[in-house]
């Protein structure tokens, strides 16, 4: 049965969004000198931006959510396998405001940036292959 447009539209647009968060990233980290803690940032943004696309397209409601952990429990609720394969990204929490306001004593480190990037982009590619192609995924028809 084929996809209701309108649904199939708003998870494209979460996925568009999570695509620019990534996009943003590597423009981050390619400017001289990089810039590590927006990297940080838009990693997280990108995962639970492909997080919400899931659960829009399970018809899961969430609430307005940064927490990773919340929203990795609820799509595990519908695939068990995703809270593994997520797991590594929870921690990427932390960076949708660490880093954000003045007053943070440390500073984001390029390592753990480049890291952090990495683990998001297996974290969207999980997801999205559980969305149908119409749908912006990867995940073939039935």
Do not use: N
């Not at 927490?67 to 990795?72: P, T, Y």
């Not at 396998?81 to 929490?93: F, Q």
């Amino acid at each position: 049965m084929p996809l209701d447009p309108v649904l199939a539209d708003e998870v494209r647009g979460w996925l568009r969004k999570a695509d620019t968060d990534l996009r943003s990233a590597d423009a981050d980290l390619a400017v001289e000198p990089p810039i590590p803690e927006d990297v940080l940032f838009h990693s997280q943004q990108a995962v639970e931006k492909a997080i919400k696309a899931y659960l829009t397209l399970c018809q899961i409601p969430f609430r307005k959510t940064h927490d990773l952990r919340v929203l990795v429990k609820a799509c595990a609720a519908v695939d068990k396998t995703l809270e593994a394969e997520l797991a590594d990204a929870v921690p990427l929490t932390a960076y949708a405001w660490r880093f954000r306001y003045p007053g943070v004593e440390d500073e984001a480190d390029l390592d753990e940036a480049r890291a952090a990037l990495r683990t998001a982009r297996g974290a969207v590619a999980a997801i999205r292959k559980r969305i149908p192609r119409e749908a912006g995924g990867t995940q073939p028809a039935a």
